[in-house]
């Protein structure tokens, strides 16, 4: 995904070329770009002067391609006045960082032409009819935490906990937890967290050939899943899963915006939906849009409750049960995952929600936990075997 803005400078807005006003460039601009861009790949103008294009089939644009589309607007609008009036910048990463360039102020774009630094995250270039420059390095969307990862040859350590459904009262799953250290800073960037998704998905498949029985769940990040460059590596590693182990291991797709981006969907349908038993989005948006997702291709939607502000967290609880009759419409698993207290716990179960997890319903496990039943009034669950909280680790 990318945006393009266009961009004008030394006055011609004004005073260079005479009637190029700004609806001008946006309708020319729009027109030219939909020519230049057909299916399957997709564009749309989110603001003006500012398009957003995808395409699911590359890793990133094609600078000699931009460098074309420059030229040619430069001469649809300007003719041969105003030759270096027109510049276009070029943002390339995930959803919500392109859709903040698309809106950043014009004078912050020049400025970057001019040499201010350009957003941290992404691919930043700019693109002439003379030619293309980048200002940034790839890395989409790293994420800052306060913790750092154990030695990567030890792979992460994890924890456990219970998938609970409150209606049954029975431990239906367990979740696995990645563990880290602190309290150094690291930057995890799309291979850090395609890695730690497919060790946990190492340690799933270890754990059913020590008990075939158990249910297990798996975790894979959105914004990994689509990077083009990332595709074979998730691919061999979910195409040597054992056989058998299919039925007794679902997937979670966490990071979910809102609105499923178009470049999800076939990645989502031709890695994971045939190789697990279910297959589930986990969004920290209460307001997830879930008539969206195209038919048949999940089971549910998993609200991630996050915070410290109790009243925010239920306000954002209560939000998402309120779409409880779409879902029952879709015939689609509604869950909660991060309940950390009885009020939250008791609004998932009033509204029979399919599944619930979080401190408050089990604590961490060194062992996945095996199907079992458990009277409501005796959560949180304590394991036989506990993770050890007092060494670091969290």
């Not at 059913?208 to 083009?228: A, I, K, N, Y």
Request: glycine share 6%; net charge negative.
């Amino acid at each position: 995904m990318a945006c393009i803005r266009i961009c004008i400078e030394h006055g011609a807005r004004e005073t260079s070329v005479q009637g190029v006003t700004p609806g001008k460039i946006d309708r020319t601009a729009a027109l030219y770009i939909e020519a230049r861009w057909p299916p399957p790949r997709r564009f749309g103008q989110v603001a003006p002067g500012a398009y957003v294009l995808v395409d699911p089939n590359a890793e990133r644009l094609d600078g000699e391609e931009l460098k074309q589309i420059a030229s040619e607007l430069q001469l649809r609008l300007f003719g041969t006045q105003g030759r270096d009036d027109l510049c276009m910048l070029t943002h390339e990463g995930d959803e919500t960082e392109v859709l903040k360039f698309a809106v950043l102020p014009e004078a912050e774009l020049l400025a970057m032409r001019a040499g201010a630094p350009p957003p941290p995250v992404g691919l930043t270039r700019v693109v002439t009819k003379d030619g293309v420059r980048e200002l940034a390095d790839w890395g989409s969307n790293p994420t800052m935490t306060a913790e750092t990862e154990a030695d990567p040859a030890e792979g992460p350590r994890l924890g456990w906990r219970g998938v609970y459904n409150p209606v049954a009262e029975w431990f239906e799953a367990s979740q696995p937890q990645v563990l880290r250290r602190a309290p150094e800073r690291a930057v995890l960037d799309d291979g850090d967290f395609m890695r730690s998704d497919l060790a946990m998905l190492d340690a799933n498949v270890a754990a059913l050939e020590r008990q075939p029985d158990l249910r297990l769940q798996s975790d894979f990040r959105l914004w990994s899943l689509v990077r083009v460059s990332l595709k074979e590596a998730y691919q061999a590693k979910l195409e040597a899963l054992p056989d058998g182990v299919v039925k007794q291991l679902s997937a979670q797709v966490y990071e979910v915006p809102r609105d499923l981006p178009f470049l999800a969907i076939a990645p989502l349908r031709d890695l994971l939906r045939p190789r697990f038993s279910r297959l589930e989005f986990r969004t920290e948006d209460p307001g997830f849009d879930v008539r969206s997702v195209p038919p048949n291709l999940i089971d549910g939607v998993v609200l991630q409750l996050s915070g410290k502000d109790e009243m925010q967290r239920l306000l954002n609880l209560r939000r998402f049960l309120s779409g409880r009759r779409q879902y029952l419409e879709l015939r689609l698993r509604q869950g909660v995952t991060g309940v950390a207290s009885r009020r939250e716990f008791e609004l998932c179960r009033e509204l029979k929600l399919s599944s619930v997890t979080g401190p408050f319903v089990s604590k961490l496990s060194e062992e996945p936990l095996q199907d079992q039943g458990c009277p409501r009034a005796d959560l949180p669950f304590r394991p036989a075997k506990p993770v050890i909280l007092n060494q670091g680790l969290s």
